[in-house]
């Protein structure tokens, strides 16, 4: 649930850029640094959280991080200026970033050995329905009641979230003490830098192109808004079910998953 809701609050801007630039009176390009936001800080927050915390309870930090989602989403609804907005999107990005740095850490604690892949398993699956579900329902919801109507739906989600993690989690306290040098010693590795190389362009080329989707249809194609919402449930579908079947050529393959996976974006491209 709480992939879902972080998943969902990253993707709700794709699908109701035109109505947030035009009621906060800025461009489309603009409003756009709303994605930007996010992922600047969450790729700072990612490494940096696991180090500012290391003397915190689990259980304390991922409460903090679940409540600082809520708190996004509360201020995204009612910005009243792109300041305020990007404001939001940066506690969104602190939120994102510290999730991911811990949630595979936290899982391997919660759950015994045997269970911890399906455990995984079903904390993605909260992207994956995410991907399907946010942009194209944000879509509707926007056009029906107005941008902020998403993000509304997103913080209560978030807050249900909140209240079933302080209901469930039981203290954790840190047992590691990262450090830079680990991070360091891992940047030195060749096959690191160039999985972080190839993610870091994949998902840049990714959020160039999706975060401006809707003006793109509405301006060029002339697409209405239920159009587009069944363009981007197209795009969920279709990003949900290719997560199983790159699932299964990388349990073949490794390095023909990536090679496929590199050549069908470069040909639809």
């Known amino acids: 649930m709480g992939v879902f809701g972080l998943v969902m609050a990253e993707f709700l801007p794709a699908s109701l850029l035109t109505a947030m630039s035009t009621d906060l009176g800025v461009s ?4 756009g640094q709303a994605v930007t936001a996010t992922a600047l800080v969450g790729a700072i927050a990612a490494p940096s959280m696991p180090l500012l915390t290391r003397r915190l309870d689990r259980r304390i930090v991922m409460l903090a991080l679940s409540l600082l989602l809520v708190l996004s989403n509360a201020l995204a609804a009612t910005a009243g200026s792109l300041t305020t907005l990007l404001v939001a999107r940066v506690m969104l990005g602190v939120a994102l970033g510290g999730f991911w740095s811990m949630a595979g850490a936290l899982a391997l604690r919660l759950v015994p050995d045997h269970l911890f892949a399906r455990a995984m398993s079903l904390i993605l699956s909260g992207v994956s329905i995410a991907t399907v579900c946010a942009a194209p329902v944000g879509a509707w919801m926007g056009d029906v009641w107005g941008w902020r109507s998403a993000f509304i739906a997103a913080g209560a989600v978030s807050l249900v979230t909140l209240a079933v993690q302080f209901a469930t989690l039981p203290a954790l306290p840190p047992r590691d003490d990262p450090s830079l040098r680990v991070l360091a010693e ?4 060749p096959p690191v830098r160039m999985a972080l190389l190839a993610v870091v362009l994949v998902i840049s080329g990714h959020f160039a192109g999706f975060t401006y989707i809707r003006p793109l249809m509405e301006q060029v194609t002339h697409l209405s808004v239920g159009a587009i919402s069944a ?7 279709g990003g949900f079910f290719g997560n199983f079947v790159g699932g299964w050529l990388a349990g073949r393959s490794e390095r023909h998953a990536i090679v496929f996976g590199g050549a069908a974006i470069a040909v639809l491209a």
Do not use: N, S, T
Request: hydrophobic content about 55%; charged content about 20%.
């Open 28 to 31: 489309d390009g603009a409003a």
């Open 186 to 189: 891992l940047l030195r590795r």
């Open 231 to 237: 363009v981007l449930l197209g795009y969920g579908v």
